[in-house]
């Protein structure tokens, strides 16, 4: 079977974009060059930045997909949000949804970073 396990974004700057997932994250990265940046995650998943200028076939226009981070509970979701909304453009403040608790910001290349504790009935 094929796993899942990495996400590339594509990006303006990796420099930037390094040091915003870096203090996002709290972790360095695995790889760092001038045209690509990779995180390796604590779970094993793996997160690329890559220069929109250099991927091919060229990406389309950021909006249509979400990365998202799932927390234990609504109190982590809300430290998190406490973290990150001091470093990145806040979109949704934390709400409750259909599918949890859940508050949504924006990386510097307009990528949508999620967060959410699924309601516990549904863990």
């Known amino acids: 079977m ?9 990006v303006a700057n990796p420099a930037a974009s390094e040091t915003f997932y870096s203090g ?9 060059s001038p045209t690509f940046v990779l995180y390796v995650l604590p779970n094993g998943l793996k997160l690329g930045l890559w220069t929109k200028d250099e991927i091919e076939p060229k990406p389309l226009p950021v909006g249509g997909v979400e990365v998202t981070f799932s927390e234990a509970d609504e109190a982590a979701v809300q430290a998190t949000y406490a973290d990150w909304s001091g470093k990145a453009k806040v979109l949704q403040e ?3 949804m259909d599918f ?3 508050f949504v910001v924006e990386d510097p290349d307009g990528h949508r970073l999620r967060v959410f504790a699924p309601p ?3 863990r």
């Open 120 to 122: 516990a009935g549904r």
């Open 24 to 32: 996002l994250l709290g972790v360095k990265p695995v790889e760092n």
């Open 94 to 96: 934390p709400v409750t």
């Open 100 to 102: 949890g608790f859940t």
């Open 2 to 10: 094929r796993t899942l396990n990495y996400f590339l974004l594509a």
